[in-house]
């Protein structure tokens, strides 16, 4: 069964300072994995996600993951952390059925401190 | 409008009050899905419609009714609600291909309360 296992429920850093949010994954095949961000009393938006391409993965806002099988991982980083950051985000991985399901990750609250 | 929409926004309701969130998608999207967010959980989906056909139902309890009239739009229909419902309800659409990896776009939310 695919799972995604999200290791911190809650980041603190400085502005300025990079950004590590930690995801890991369990799937039985190679799996689409996403990562959605969500601010205050806002829906989900996509900031990025991998297809099986090419395991860094570029998203908005900076944010960057990279796929490493050998780890089942997909963390996410940003060089420099900006207060507009703060928010919750969710790692994602995919299941094909008939119709896409997604099965989220309990989700890492990011705190910026100026 | 663009993207998707949720209506409404807010909703209070007792226990024993009968009623209705509205989804809608302008992006051409032909699945759309409902899902659950409370807080200190995962988010959890609760149904999904293909082609208008509900091809998931993940063991929601017969007080919520989904219903897909078009591929526009998405209702979920409220009756007998207890307070453990209370929850952010998000809708989200997507374009399935079958391909796998298709992005899914959410809607703002509805935060139900009920009392």
């Known amino acids: 069964a695919q799972s995604v296992t999200q290791l911190d429920s809650h980041v603190s850093v400085s502005e300025g300072t990079p950004v590590l949010l930690r995801c890991n994954y369990s799937?039985?095949?190679?799996?689409?994995l996403f990562w959605y961000v969500q601010h205050p009393n806002k829906g989900l938006q996509l900031l990025l996600k991998y297809t099986s391409a090419a395991t860094l993965v570029k998203g908005i806002n900076g944010f960057e993951a990279e796929f490493k099988k050998s780890e089942t991982s997909f963390h996410l980083t940003k060089p420099s952390a900006h207060m507009s950051d703060a928010a919750e985000y969710f790692c994602v991985v995919s299941l094909i059925q008939r119709a896409q399901k997604l099965v989220f990750g309990q989700g890492t609250r990011l705190t910026i401190n100026p | 409008e663009t993207g998707v929409t949720q209506t409404p926004r807010h909703l209070v309701m007792g226990m024993t009050n009968k009623k209705s969130l509205k989804c809608e998608q302008h992006?051409?999207?032909?699945?759309m899905y409902w899902y659950k967010q409370s807080a200190k959980k995962p988010l959890e989906l609760m149904f999904v419609?293909?082609?208008?056909?509900?091809?998931e139902n993940n063991s929601v309890p017969s007080r919520f009714s989904p219903e897909c009239p078009n591929s526009s739009h998405l209702f979920l229909h409220l009756h007998t609600l207890q307070p453990e419902d209370s929850a952010l309800y998000l809708c989200?659409?997507?374009?399935?291909?079958?391909?796998?990896?298709?992005?899914?776009?959410f809607g703002p939310g509805t935060r139900l309360l009920v009392l």
């Open positions: 799937s039985s095949y190679s799996p689409s």
């Open positions: 992006l051409g999207h032909n699945a």
């Open positions: 419609y293909s082609l208008e056909e509900r091809v």
């Open positions: 989200a659409s997507s374009q399935v291909s079958g391909g796998g990896g298709e992005t899914q776009y």
